[in-house]
């Protein structure tokens, strides 16, 4: 017998800041498709607060769905429910289910409640968040969240085995359901190429990194590895691109950059549009990605898909999503990095190998499947 609709209620709060990328990606791909899919359960939109970005026009326009705007600021939501277990959001919301894309603390009464949980990066190494972001951790009370929730996704393998060990969270409670790729993400043709490279005026071969600009993603690295590798007489004309937010200690990437002998040929870029950044990862000639941590890993993955051979750090989720289909290095190793750059940048053969291999892996990543996976879980719960 298939299950009666359910009455959803969805946390987006995480989405008042706009970001385009990790979780808030995750967050806006996942609602697009959950809405594109689902013929049977209705929504509501949990979105308070103040001075926040607006929601994509056709979530409000979609059947079934509906947006709970209240004025009361997310901070002191936050404070309220860690401190005062309270306001009880459920007794007034009339919700079959919770669905949290992240551990943002919510208050509730007897609503069965599913969370994703992208990474426990901040249990790891503390060290690589300001104590404002460790602040912020300690005040979702995620331990507890994660006792609470009724299911919980993990974004990878990976992150399931932590909330395992680090939260003493039943295994059978967790559920894998990998993120999707976007198909905007996908190989260009050359009229597409040329325009792009005409447009932003790249006339030179470039490796490139895309993601945040903070510590725990190693970009400092990427820019020492890019000095040796310019030493080789036949890289002379190579560029290096680095395009991402601005994170918590940036301005440490850019003072390496600076100390750079080569460092008029390290070009910035901040954040490009949606539109630009597949373009951008099709005409790199390596994606590079030698992060310490990575709950799941959009980036690489979409470079991938655009046709980049890539090269990443040997750790966390990435060994996992990844498979045999990227060069793997140390993070802590920069001579270990340039020499993988060189490698694929000198034999034309192994650098259409692994294009091919990743752009193979990268199918493997589709957001209707992400969709169906989430949806079952909803049916359960």
């Known amino acids: 017998m298939d299950a009666p609709p359910k009455k959803i209620v969805v946390d987006v709060r995480l989405l008042a800041r706009g970001g385009t990328s990790g979780i808030p990606e995750y967050t806006r791909r996942l609602i697009d498709n959950v809405l594109a899919t689902d013929r049977l359960n209705k929504y509501a939109l949990f979105y308070p607060g103040f001075h926040k970005k607006p929601l994509p ?18 901070k002191l939501l936050d404070i309220s429910a860690r401190f005062f277990k309270a306001p009880k959001f459920d007794h007034w919301l009339d919700a079959d289910l919770v669905f949290s894309p992240h551990f943002n603390i919510l208050a509730l009464r007897k609503t069965p409640r599913v969370i994703t949980f992208h990474d426990l990066s901040f249990l790891h190494h503390p060290r690589f968040f300001s104590r404002k ?4 951790h300690w005040l979702q009370h995620y331990k507890h969240q994660a006792e ?11 992150t399931k085995s932590d909330i395992v060990n680090l939260l003493g969270v039943p295994e059978e409670k967790i559920n894998v359901v990998y993120s999707g790729i976007a198909e905007t993400f996908r190989p260009q043709s050359g ?8 447009t932003w005026r790249i006339d030179f071969p470039f490796i490139l990194y895309l993601g945040t600009l903070e510590p725990r993603k190693n970009v400092e690295a990427v820019i020492r590895a890019f000095t040796i590798v310019k030493k080789q007489p036949a890289l002379k004309n190579l560029r290096l691109i680095i395009d991402g937010r601005r994170g918590w200690l940036y301005k440490n990437i850019l003072t390496e950059a600076q100390k750079s002998p080569y460092r008029d040929h390290i070009i910035f870029k901040r954040t490009i549009a949606d539109r630009d950044r597949a373009a951008l990862m099709d005409a790199a000639e390596v994606f590079v990605f030698p992060s310490f ?20 750090s040997n750790r966390t989720s990435l060994l996992e999503v990844m498979g045999k289909s990227a060069l793997y290095i140390n993070p802590w190793r ?17 650098h259409k190998l692994f294009a091919d291999r990743g752009h193979r892996n990268a199918r493997r990543f589709n957001w209707r499947k992400t969709a169906n996976e989430t949806l079952e879980i909803f049916r359960h719960a």
């Open 133 to 136: 972001q460790r602040f912020w």
């Open 334 to 350: 920069v001579t270990e990095l340039a020499e993988n750059i060189e490698y694929l940048l000198l034999n034309p053969e192994k």
């Open 57 to 74: 026009r056709s979530w409000a326009l979609a059947p079934r769905c509906s947006v709970i705007d209240i004025p009361v600021p997310n």
């Open 293 to 312: 941590f990575e709950g799941f890993g959009f980036p690489p993955l979409e470079a991938q898909a655009c046709g980049t051979p890539v090269i990443v």
């Open 191 to 198: 009229a597409e190429r040329k325009n792009f490279k005409k």
């Open 148 to 158: 609470s929730a009724q299911k919980i996704i993990a974004v990878s393998e990976f």
